[in-house]
């Protein structure tokens, strides 16, 4: 008789539990990381009778989480690489915004600069212009500073971003690590029941690590975890944590490195962090601030370099040679924080047109140097001490150290040092610093033309330079220019052949065509271009540079190689989106299947309500029936 | 593959499709707004790029128009100045020819010589004529100097050969300027090889009445010197060069040409014995010069035969001087036109190419409204459509009927 009671009451209990269970799972409905908890029933042992065995009723043998190991893992994998995909995007879309304003842009400012220098041109002996030019040139500086600006400010904002980063993964591996003890402790306590709700907020935490960086996680005995950052650098070990740390980078102590804390030595780990938000802020100064920064440091160095060498082979207002214009920019050598040699190293421009943005790391081994590029990373070896690569020159002085190490950025710094020089607006050289005169008394057709100056160390002229025309100026019947008041030979022109085309001829950093058929005697005279004001044609050739060729090895004019920086920003940022939608859509769906098994459907849970509400009533319709079968007895016995 | 979904997901499902429409609708609402498809350049790197580049052409071609205006002004100015110096040329020819007729007495000659002086002063008023800059023209590239000063007869240029040129287009220079040098001091001399003048100690009436040179003319300095020792003697000629070597000689016969190393010179009258006719090789004589030794020689005239004679020389000398010059004017003044026919023709290249530039940026970033606002409603359309699938599934629970 006291089977049925039992059985009953087992059933009661046991759907009580199941009740309750699904009153957990529909108050869970919302929460955020919720495994839907099932209840497993299982017939309590049978009791053998003579018939057989005969059902004593039902128990529960486990309450557990619907959890697919395989869905969880999948979904972390894409959390990183989706966190990582935005942050990116995000970082890419900031710069891409400034760029794409164009009242702020470069291009206007090189324009409006270069049109000032054809107001120049124009006009080059009155001061006006020349004003103006001054001022452009103010503008185009404060242009560049503005854009080198923007790229520090986001460089600040990601060291910023990176340290509370460390703080948050350092946290969550607290955390993780806490509850990996109190998981073991529990399970151990429950008789290895899984603890449930202990187990998905580890599983909240691992899935907000991965946000912030890319991990691998391996789950050991007890239901603790392991967890490894990407390079298999261990973070948590069952309830042991080792944090990271940030520390000044080694060439730059305004920029900062992530490395494992508590180590003698500090070793830079960066490079291994991918993924998360961590991977993305890392990436991103090497590709966006530092790429973005050389880039502009490229075309600022062009202009200032190009412009004041044009400039200084003109004559300013007062007749003297001019001078700099922008102020002169040289690469930058940091020399890592822990060298202990006494080297030193020198860098300087040998060709502006030849330059890639790309930054050099020089390393001494205590025997050969190594010259790396850090962008391409490629790299050549030599005894030193001078180096000479992309258009830079590299001088080593002293006695370095075996492992010290410089770094030589040639023009990361040169959007922030570009600086108007000249603050006379009579200093811009417009005029050329020599010209040419035909002798009145020539009776031929010969000509000078072109002349145009390339070298200015042999000038002012100490006297004037006179071509005269002899039919055997180099021997009987061979005609040609004699040359005098400097010290160079008879120049060779016969009008026979070279009238029409015309001969370029070079001498003391002057250039000039000769062209015509001049007569016995005619002369031409080169002489220092005296009060020249009214002279353009240096103006006229720093206005020529605004659409010269000249970066990049003679492929890109400024405005080519400034279009250069803001395509390469945009196709970046164009792509971080396109990645950061994608991984977006990935992670959704992994989201989608984790959640198809471990969420909760609230119809479902109504379902099961009714499904147990029936069963609690039937069992208790059992134990209804045995007590009226119990007091019929007990009447039929007690008459 | 599912079939169980959870209801967080379904709520999120829906939601995150509405948050998706809103944000397209938001983008199409912002191209609205501002009337441009590209909003930035990740929207089109490669159109972000032509937009600068095409930004850059229509600075360039901006500038250039400006750079054109103002060449044509310095060169309209250039012209006027030169047209009025071909003005006061046509009037010293015109006095020049006056002043060699047989009517003239010494003191109209004189009369002559005043205005030709006018005239001198008038020529250097022009060759030192400033433009709005208050820079002088026809200095060259000192062109703060005063090119031209005059003291006596004597002018002087202190400028220089130099030309300033204007970019009117990338690559395509135009010269704005022309320097004195090339305007007044330039011109041929003579018959366009060489000058001759008349000895001032000439006692007798020749007068030089024909010149020329061939190709086989050698440049130097000669002297035709008449010879007739005694008045029986036959009128000879003899012609040195400039190292006295003699190169020709023969008998005087008047309205004949004397010819020597390839020069003519046709001589008429009556030479007395000793005199000189000079030929001067200089290949190019300032305009200055030619007006100045006119009237030199106008202001020296009597009534003697001797110094009619020395007029008709001095007469017909400048006036080949004075087509010299004239025909170096016009060869200026040519040059001027042919360069503002390269503006006018620039101009309207820069114009058009203003345009194709303009239609080309219209194109790469301005945006097809129409095409945006149908967009714009069928976005409205699928939004709406969202949000009322989203609250008719939202509304169904199980719940309901327990």
Redesign the interface.
Known sequence: MSDIFNIGTSALTSLQRAITTTGHNIANANTEGYSRQRVDFATLPAQISGAGFLGSGVTITSISRNYDAFLAEDVRARTASAFNASTGADLASRIDGILANPDVGLGPALDAFFAAVQDVSNNPASVPERLVMVREAEVLADRFQYFDDRFRQLDRQITLQVEDTVRDINSLATNIASLNQQIVSETVRAGGQPPNDLLDQREQQLNALAEKVGINSVTVDQGAVNVFLGSGQALVIGSEVSSLETFSDPFDVGRIAVGISGLALQSDISRFLRGGELGALLDARSTITDAGRNQLGVVATGVATFVNAQNRLGLDLYGNAGGDIFSPLSPSVIPRISNTGSATVAASFADVGALTGDSYELSYDGTTYTLSNTGTGASVTGAGPNFSVDGVDITVTGTPAAGDAFLISPVAQAGSLFAVQISDPRGIAAAAPVRSASSLSNGGTGVLTDLTVTDVTGLPLATDITLTFNPDALGAGVPGYDVSGFAAGPIAYDPATDNGAGIEISINGMSFRLNGTPQAGDSFVLENNADGGGDNRNGLALAALQTAPLLFNGTASFQDAYATLVADVAVQTRQARSIADTEDALLQQAISSRDSVQGVNLDEEAANLIRLQQAYQAAARVIQIGDEIFETLLNATGR | M?D??????TFQ?GL?SILEREAELQRTQQELATGQKL????????A??QV??I??DL??V??YG??AT?ARSQLSLEESALSQLNIVLQRVRELAIQSNSAAQTPETRNTIAVELNERLNEMLAIANSKDG?D??LF???????QPFTRQGNTVSYQG???Q????IA?GS?VAV?DSG?RVF??PRAGNG?FDFSADAANTGTAVVTGSSADSSFQ?DDYRIQFIQALPTDPLTYEVYDGTATLVASGTYISGNGISFNGATVIVEGEPQHDDVIEVD????Q?MFVTVAELIDVLEASDDSATSDAAVANAVSSALSNLNRAVDNLLEVQTDVGVRLGRIDTQEQINADFDLSMRQALSDVQDLDFAEAISRLNLQLVALQAAQQTFVTTQRL???DY?
């Open positions: 599912v169980r979904l959870s209801t967080l997901q499902l995150a909003l930035s350049p990740a929207d089109d790197p490669s972000a790029v600068l580049d930004e850059e600075a360039l901006e500038q400006r750079n103002l800059n820079e002088f200095s060259g590239f000192q062109s703060r100097t220089d050969d130099g300033r040129f204007l970019e990338q220079q300027r040098s001091l330039q090889s440049r090789s200089d290949p190019r300032s629970s199980l719940f327990i």
